[in-house]
């Protein structure tokens, strides 16, 4: 069966770091483009950061850029994201979606999101 599966959420104080982890059952990351995307209730959906299926070209919105770094392990099938410097207004339920690369780059995201994964919830106190 075809799935993502997100771990790594938790409680961190303001500063903290936190990586989170998609695993992929089913199928290969290689050949996917994969997306991180958060929501916080009462807010839209964002991306947050993406990495393109084969060249490895990379999108990072503009409140994360500098402190996430999104990264594909190969032989493990996982994509991570790692979070540095966390803020109170990076709490969110975190997915990662997989599916069609349609144009991953510096200023777009461009994920199909045709698979996703259940979340991981990220708190950070304020």
């Known amino acids: 069966q075809v799935q993502l599966v997100e771990s790594g959420g938790g409680l961190v104080q303001p500063g903290g770091s936190l990586r989170l982890s998609c695993v992929a059952s089913?199928?290969?990351?290689?050949?996917?483009?994969i997306g991180w995307f958060r929501q916080d209730p009462g807010k839209e959906r964002e991306g947050v950061s993406c990495?393109?299926?084969?060249?490895?070209?990379?999108y990072y919105a503009a409140s994360v850029k500098g402190r996430f770094t999104i990264s594909r392990d190969h032989r493990k099938n996982t994509v991570y994201l790692q979070m540095n410097s966390l803020k109170p207004e990076d709490t969110a339920v975190y997915y990662c979606a997989a599916g069609d690369d349609l144009g991953v780059s510096t200023v777009s995201c461009g994920v199909r999101q045709e698979i996703w994964g259940q979340g991981t919830l990220v708190g950070v106190p304020s």
């Open positions: 089913g199928f290969t990351l290689d050949y996917a483009a």
């Open positions: 990495i393109g299926s084969s060249d490895g070209s990379t």
